[in-house]
């Protein structure tokens, strides 16, 4: 039923109950599109064919291209009108008759809905226009007036021409008719209460403020909320940072905020680093050892920055059909940590009835991104909420299943991330960890790296291509000048573990830190042959003579020893040793007579 204000304020002539063939309208909704205004500022022969024409009433837009037939767009059809070219006395005839050109390029016609975008040429004039019909659909947000009364933020989604626009005048409208709110409408394009000082009865007593410019949006927002006490803001396309800025500000004050942003889906969102700030904003936390190990995930996750703007998302798949997400913060949290949220379906049948359902997640299996229905997800080391780029070439593997959304197909590739090369293997640890570990070293001694991992057996393979690590392993005095390397390490999510020194005792901590194997306060008897570079005897004879020194003398009695004289290359392996008992040693004396002397921690 309409409104009986709205009935008192509309001319009767231009409301309309029309027969439309597509279950696109129910029949308890009411329209007002005041077509034969638009049709005025048309010339004689366009607006004829047009008339004439059996589908006028479901006329989309016109668009007339100087030089070109003129063009009408129905519902699943378009069709030429006459075979006159458009000529610049057409688009002249059709200029002087609309408001005047915004800086957005877009006119309106007085007390209507209709919009009129101009296309320029290089020297500023009009040689395109796109005449689109604005209707007024009453009733259209019968699935959601629920959802309405709550004095929720509300955002709706949808890709361009699903009706967004309208169910937001018709929101407007329920909100002030209805339930004797105080309505503020911003209204960028005059699309949504009509061209001209006077608003379009459709949007009822709610209040339009005009904006001059539509980079000044944010401005208007803010300056509704501190001129004129609104208790809802109503806003159109949120599409800069700024804007999105101002509509957080404008709920923290506790304002209701209705409002439109394109984007299929809430997923969409997500990737946007503009908006995403509407629906809490993402970042990444680094947690301590602890929380990590707690929750079996890597150190670096991604999580939600704050609360939302919008409380309740709904997705405009179609113009009758909805998804509602009632706790938009819940939504985000669960496709955060690889979930599938369990939104409500709304639609509305041929009698005009709603129908809820809850929209079932698809869990096919998709073999090129390794799905959680085809293994389980790790649980260790690798375990991780974090989003990681998939290129190209694992992309076009996913064969004919797809996963639902790019968004999900990039969560699941997180948790298995396949290799193109098909080289890597993985095997679970004791504990779920993905052995084994896929390390890229930059500016340490690949052959030390590769005695450590062979003397100590550990599950680590050095790889040369940055593409395929897990891990990235530098020398710190490296990373300070190598911006380059942390950047594309950001970009590529993959953690950098930075070594104080190139030595072995250093490396091996360091591999022990990534592996998540506890370090003993008092280090192990070791292994000589870590510390070895030929393997001879005279080395073998040095390193003994030096851990019989710390072993004996220094830990047990906190004493110095002094050894015997030994070559340089020597003596730097009798340091290394030296340091994997944490402890300190010097050079001093004069070759060939030069010494090693340790001292007690």
Same mark, same amino acid.
């Given at each position: 039923?309409?409104?009986?204000?709205?009935?008192?304020?509309?001319?009767?002539? *231009?409301?309309?109950?029309?027969?439309?063939?597509?279950?696109?309208?129910?029949?308890?909704?009411?329209?007002?599109?005041?077509?034969?205004?638009?049709?005025?500022?048309?010339?004689?022969?366009?607006?004829?064919?047009?008339?004439?024409?059996?589908?006028?009433?479901?006329?989309?837009?016109?668009?007339?291209?100087?030089?070109?037939?003129?063009?009408?767009?129905?519902?699943?059809?378009?069709?030429? =009108?006459?075979? %006159?070219?458009? *000529?610049?006395?057409?688009?002249?005839?059709? +200029?002087?008759?609309?408001?005047?050109?915004?800086?957005?390029?877009?006119?309106?016609?007085?007390?209507?809905?209709?919009?009129?975008?101009a296309i320029r040429n290089r020297g500023g004039d009009i040689i395109g226009l796109t005449c689109r019909v604005g209707r007024a659909v009453f009733g259209t947000i019968s699935m959601i007036r629920d959802l309405v009364e709550t004095g929720q933020s509300l955002l709706l989604l949808g890709r361009p021409g699903v009706g967004k626009t309208t169910a937001l005048r018709e929101i407007a409208r329920v909100l002030a008719d209805d339930f004797d709110k105080r309505v503020v409408i911003i209204d960028t394009s005059n699309e949504i209460a009509g061209d001209g000082d006077i608003p379009h009865p459709a949007i009822g007593r709610a209040r339009r403020m005009q904006v001059a410019a539509p980079e000044l949006q944010h401005k208007i927002m803010i300056e509704a909320v501190e001129n004129h006490m609104p208790e809802v803001i109503v806003i159109d396309e949120i599409g800069t940072?700024?804007?999105?800025?101002?509509?957080?500000?404008?709920?923290?004050?506790?304002?209701?905020?209705?409002?439109?942003?394109?984007?299929?889906?809430?997923?969409?969102?997500?990737?946007?680093?503009?908006?995403?700030?509407?629906?809490?904003?993402?970042?990444?936390?680094?947690?301590?050892?602890?929380?990590?190990?707690?929750? /079996?995930?890597?150190?670096?996750?991604?999580?939600?920055?704050?609360?939302?703007?919008?409380?309740?998302?709904?997705?405009?798949?179609?113009?009758?059909?909805?998804?509602?997400?009632?706790?938009?913060?819940?939504?985000?949290?669960?496709?955060?940590?690889? /979930?599938?949220?369990?939104?409500? =379906?709304?639609? %509305?049948?041929?009698? /005009?009835?709603?129908?809820?359902?809850?929209?079932?997640?698809?869990?096919?299996?998709?073999?090129?991104?390794?799905?959680?229905?085809?293994?389980?997800?790790?649980?260790?080391?690798?375990?991780?909420?974090?989003?990681?780029? %998939?290129?190209?070439?694992?992309?076009?593997?996913?064969?004919?299943?797809?996963?639902?959304?790019?968004?999900?197909?990039?969560?699941?590739?997180?948790?298995?991330?396949?290799?193109?090369?098909?080289?890597?293997?993985?095997?679970? /640890?004791?504990?779920?960890?993905?052995?084994?570990?896929? +390390?890229?070293?930059?500016?340490?001694?690949?052959?030390?790296?590769?005695?450590?991992?062979? %003397?100590?057996?550990?599950?680590?393979?050095?790889?040369?291509?940055?593409?395929?690590?897990?891990?990235?392993?530098?020398?710190?005095?490296?990373?300070?000048?190598?911006?380059?390397?942390?950047?594309?390490?950001?970009?590529?999510?993959?953690?950098?573990?930075?070594?104080?020194?190139?030595?072995?005792?250093?490396?091996?901590?360091?591999?022990?830190?990534?592996?998540?194997?506890?370090?003993?306060?008092?280090?192990?008897?070791?292994?000589?042959?870590?510390?070895?570079?030929?393997?001879?005897?005279?080395?073998?004879?040095?390193?003994?003579?030096?851990?019989?020194?710390?072993?004996?003398?220094?830990?047990?009695?906190?004493?110095?020893?002094?050894?015997?004289?030994?070559?340089?290359?020597?003596?730097?392996?009798?340091?290394? =040793?030296?340091?994997?008992?944490? =402890?300190?040693?010097?050079?001093?004396?004069?070759?060939?007579?030069?010494?090693?002397?340790?001292?007690?921690?």
């Open positions: 039923m309409l409104n009986p204000k709205i009935n008192n304020s509309l001319n009767p002539s *231009s409301i309309t109950v029309p027969s439309i063939p597509e279950k696109v309208l129910s029949q308890r909704m009411q329209i007002t599109d005041n077509l034969s205004k638009l049709l005025n500022i048309l010339p004689s022969s366009i607006c004829n064919h047009l008339t004439e024409h059996p589908n006028c009433d479901l006329l989309v837009e016109v668009v007339m291209d100087l030089g070109r037939l003129p063009e009408a767009r129905f519902p699943g059809e378009a069709t030429y =009108l006459g075979e %006159v070219p458009v *000529s610049a006395a057409d688009l002249q005839y059709a +200029i002087q008759r609309v408001g005047t050109f915004s800086g957005d390029n877009r006119a309106g016609i007085e007390r209507t809905l209709h919009r009129i975008s940072e700024l804007e999105a800025l101002a509509a957080r500000t404008i709920a923290e004050r506790g304002v209701q905020l209705v409002g439109t942003a394109h984007g299929n889906r809430i997923e969409n969102l997500l990737k946007n680093p503009t908006l995403s700030d509407l629906i809490g904003g993402i970042q990444a936390v680094t947690l301590g050892d602890d929380e990590a190990r707690r929750r /079996g995930s890597q150190k670096t996750v991604l999580e939600r920055k704050a609360p939302p703007t919008f409380e309740i998302a709904i997705e405009m798949l179609e113009r009758q059909k909805w998804v509602v997400h009632q706790d938009v913060a819940n939504t985000i949290d669960i496709l955060l940590r690889n /979930g599938h949220p369990n939104p409500q =379906l709304r639609t %509305v049948d041929e009698k /005009g009835e709603v129908q809820i359902a809850q929209e079932e997640p698809d869990l096919t299996p998709n073999p090129a991104t390794f799905g959680r229905d085809m293994i389980q997800q790790p649980k260790g080391w690798r375990a991780s909420g974090k989003m990681t780029p %998939v290129s190209a070439f694992g992309s076009k593997k996913a064969g004919s299943i797809s996963s639902p959304s790019e968004f999900d197909r990039l969560l699941n590739a997180s948790w298995s991330q396949p290799e193109p090369k098909g080289n890597k293997v993985r095997i679970p /640890g004791p504990n779920g960890e993905d052995f084994p570990v896929y +390390i890229y070293p930059y500016g340490i001694g690949r052959s030390q790296l590769e005695q450590v991992i062979e %003397v100590l057996n550990l599950p680590i393979v050095l790889t040369k291509d940055l593409d395929n690590a897990d891990v990235v392993v530098a020398l710190r005095s490296h990373l300070k000048n190598q911006s380059k390397l942390r950047q594309v390490a950001k970009i590529r999510q993959v953690p950098i573990h930075g070594v104080k020194s190139n030595t072995i005792p250093q490396i091996t901590r360091t591999l022990q830190r990534i592996l998540g194997m506890d370090e003993t306060k008092t280090p192990e008897t070791a292994d000589l042959r870590l510390f070895t570079r030929g393997g001879n005897d005279d080395e073998l004879e040095a390193l003994e003579e030096a851990r019989l020194a710390v072993e004996q003398i220094v830990l047990p009695k906190g004493q110095p020893v002094e050894l015997l004289p030994r070559s340089p290359k020597v003596r730097k392996m009798q340091h290394e =040793l030296v340091e994997h008992y944490r =402890l300190q040693s010097d050079s001093f004396g004069e070759e060939p007579n030069r010494r090693l002397r340790i001292y007690p921690a």
